[in-house]
């Protein structure tokens, strides 16, 4: 990669730690120029999906980010369709409203890329994020709680092992369950136990924290 690119890589993974709109912006501002300045290096593209992705999922799901994520994403499967990273953008894509969340898919993926890069911790955030929302609250706890132990300046896996033990505070028996429990309760009692045998797939060795 060339020095300039490393640079502007390195600031727009930066800018990802917090996923706010004016951050997520920088995010782009960054990824955007050091695609263009190395074309042919994949992470440049994936990390400017990444970024396009937040801003869909999170802040402007009627405008046009998704689609972008999805062509970038495309274009950086392109360059090298094995790499570790390629696996978790497909997991976000996977797990969107344009994509029917996707859970057993997402999981898979994601599963996939901390095999290959265990120390991806923005895959062991959309992991815990995957298994909160179908009601996993401890798995998701525990995988918060790895990204964070990767980087302790994710804001995103601090806020959410709080938003956990805060959950249990009000709902003491979630800490125990294993079942997955969803809003809606379909999707997450339809895929349970796939979700449980890929969960376990991506633990950490015993002496990871937790």
Not at 121 to 150: Q, S
């Amino acid at each position: 990669m060339a020095p300039d690119a490393v640079d502007l890589y390195v600031k727009g993974r930066v800018a990802l730690l917090a996923e706010t709109i004016p951050s997520l912006n920088n995010a782009i501002e960054y990824f955007e120029p050091a695609a263009e300045i190395d074309r042919h290096n994949p992470l440049n593209w994936i990390g400017l999906a990444d970024a396009y992705c937040r801003m869909a999922f999170n802040w402007d799901p009627e405008g046009e980010w998704y689609e972008r994520a999805k062509e970038i994403s495309e274009r950086a499967l392109q360059l090298d369709p094995q790499i570790p990273e390629g696996h978790y953008i497909r997991a976000r894509l996977a797990w969107t409203p344009q994509r029917g969340f996707q859970h057993d898919l997402a999981i898979r993926e994601v599963v996939a890329a901390l095999a290959e890069r265990p120390n991806l911790f923005e895959g062991f955030d959309w992991l815990g994020t995957i298994l909160w929302h179908v009601g996993l609250i401890e798995d998701a706890r525990l995988n918060y709680k790895r990204a964070l132990a990767i980087s302790p300046r994710d804001m995103l896996a601090r806020m959410h092992v709080v938003s956990c033990e805060f959950r249990f505070t009000f709902d003491p028996d979630h800490r125990a369950s294993r079942s997955p429990r969803d809003a809606d309760g379909r999707r997450a009692r339809n895929c349970g136990p796939r979700l449980l045998d890929h969960c376990k797939s991506a633990s950490p060795p015993a002496s990871s924290p937790t």
